[in-house]
């Protein structure tokens, strides 16, 4: 059998046992003027979900080499999705209430 095959043959047994798993979601709060948890271990490629639960307005911000993110204004009620695909740690921020702050840990 030759390398790309049993290379090919590899990655069909990770996909059957499961290996290479469905994105997780994680689902963050926003009530006075905090994360929710304020920390996160994660995958890459899972998401985070912020969900404003304040009677304010956010704005959540990510300033990373590999994750540059603004939501705008971030409404009461109204969630942001934030999609982690590099392994890193990252801070997330609102820009108004800059004592916010969630980190995320995105490890393989
Ligand atoms: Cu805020």
Known sequence: MSRIRLALAGLLA??????????AVHEVSQHGKAFHPDTL?????????L?????RVHNIRVFHPKLDFN?????PGEPVTITFDEPGTYYV????HTQMELKVAVTP
Not at 51 to 55: E, G, I, L, Y
């Open 14 to 23: 990770l996909t059957a046992t499961g290996a290479l798993a469905e994105p």
């Open 41 to 49: 271990t994660i995958a890459p490629g899972d998401r985070v979900v």
């Open 51 to 55: 969900h404003n639960d304040d009677k």
């Open 71 to 75: 939501s705008g204004k971030q409404e």
């Open 93 to 96: 921020t609102c820009g108004i």
